[in-house]
């Protein structure tokens, strides 16, 4: 019979492996339960996980798909590194494109270079004002940054909700509650002429490099993995728990607030009702698919960022519906919580005793 038996230390081998296998799972049990349900099962996980790769006009989609998960992960990653769980990312992305935003109306009649790089400031600002309040919380009054964080996420929405339809509603939009468009010198400039490869794809990249320097390479990513891991230790080696709090969640939240604004002043071009996508919560999935390490994230925003574009795909081919997405997605994430016991055991055969 099969036995689960506990490994003598944790199996590196495994722990790169079981995200390809829940990758695998994930897709053999979607197939089965769009068969059950009658839809084409095979075709569905096909369209999703696999045309997006093999379309090469759809590469532009998983670029721009990918970098705004790849940059919010890479703070959440910061943060789960030093056991600071940051769920709110999208409360702080919203709160960068609004901040952004509020930039680029006020400079609406002006032109300048300059007028980009100061929504991006500002973009970084707003997510990072909006990560120091569950950071405060947690260093001065001990509350859990995983409530308050969250909760605030419903809070910006509202905010959202309020200024588009409100203040900041387009005198010209026909009365649909939607900001003005953005200027040319307050979008990302394409990379290539009539492609929708933006600014913020590079940038995305260079993010992860610098993180992986920071964490790898510097005194404060160590100390990121000692407060994480030994906070005893932490604590003698003189690093302090509050300070890596505060870091890693102002962090977190710069690095939500401008993915937001980059996907307000990309393939939005402005802010609407719509703007919250879920990327905020895909990127908490795409963290632990990368393994908490930035090379992994760049891979993981990549499948996640598939799962958007094949989601659309097998909208208008297999008939899935706009929920096969967020399904796909959310088995995913469960079968990598399911497969991470192969990291500390091994299966075995025992023969039963006669």
């Known amino acids: 019979m099969l036995e689960w038996r506990r490994r003598r230390e944790p199996s590196s081998a495994m722990l790169w492996l ?84 509020g930039v680029a109306l006020a400079t609406y009649e002006m032109t300048g270079w300059w007028i980009l790089p100061a929504m991006a400031l ?23 940054e995983i409530l308050t964080s969250l909760m605030l996420t419903y809070v910006a929405v509202q905010v959202l909700y309020f ?57 404060a990513g160590y100390a990121v993995k000692v407060v994480g891991l030994a906070p ?10 509050g300070t890596v709090t505060w870091a890693t969640l102002l962090a977190s939240g710069g690095l939500a607030g401008l993915a937001g604004l980059f996907e307000a002043a990309g393939p939005f071009g402005q802010l609407t009702p719509q703007f919250p996508v879920g990327y905020g919560f895909t990127a908490i999935i795409v963290a632990f698919l990368g393994r908490l390490h930035p090379l992994g994230i760049v891979l993981g925003g990549i499948v996640l ?16 519906p706009q929920a096969a997405t967020g399904m796909f ?4 994430l469960f079968m990598l919580l399911a497969t991470d016991v192969l990291v500390k055991y091994r299966i075995v055969w025992k023969a039963r005793a006669a």
């Open 18 to 101: 079981s995200p390809v296998i829940a990758i695998a799972l994930t897709m053999l049990l979607g197939m089965i339960v769009f068969t059950a349900m009658g839809y084409d099962g095979f075709h569905g996980v096909e369209s999703i996980f696999l045309r997006p790769f093999l379309e090469p006009q759809r590469w532009a989609d998983l670029g721009v798909k990918a970098a705004p998960l790849v940059m919010i992960a890479l703070g959440l990653a910061i943060g789960f590194r030093a056991n600071v769980w940051n769920i709110g990312a999208e409360g702080q992305y919203i709160m960068g494109a609004i901040a952004g935003t």
């Open 122 to 144: 500002a973009g970084v600002l707003g997510g990072m004002a909006w990560a120091a309040i569950p950071a405060l919380l947690r260093v001065r009054l001990q509350v859990s």
């Open 163 to 219: 200024l588009v339809r409100g203040p900041w509603k387009d005198p010209d939009g026909f009365n649909f509650p939607q900001t003005r468009m953005f200027t040319a010198d307050q979008t990302l400039p394409a990379m290539m002429e009539g492609s929708l490869v933006h600014l913020g794809i590079p940038v995305a990249l260079l993010i992860a490099l610098v993180a992986w320097l920071v964490l790898e390479r510097t005194t």
């Open 232 to 241: 005893a230790a932490a604590r003698h080696g003189g690093f302090s728990a």
């Open 305 to 320: 960022a598939a799962t958007y574009v094949g989601g659309e795909i097998a909208q208008s081919t297999v008939r899935l």
């Open 329 to 332: 997605q959310a088995l995913l």
